[in-house]
């Protein structure tokens, strides 16, 4: 019964933290999108990718 109930509650930490974890990952990239689906058709492309990998190595 208690190996149990800690283990049911690892679980819910876990998921949790994934959630946590995720969700803002999530709303990061789509704001990555937004904000570069307009950049990639004004500048040139491999500026905004080098721009992407910088953004992504800040984090």
Not at 5 to 31: C, N
């Amino acid at each position: 019964m208690i190996i149990s109930v800690i283990l049911m509650v690892i679980l819910m930490i876990m998921l949790i933290a994934f959630s946590v974890v995720v969700s803002p990952w999530i709303i990061y990239v789509l704001t990555l999108t937004m904000l570069y689906i307009p950049m990639l058709t004004v500048q040139s492309k491999d500026r905004s990718k080098t721009n992407i990998l910088l953004a992504i190595n800040i984090l």
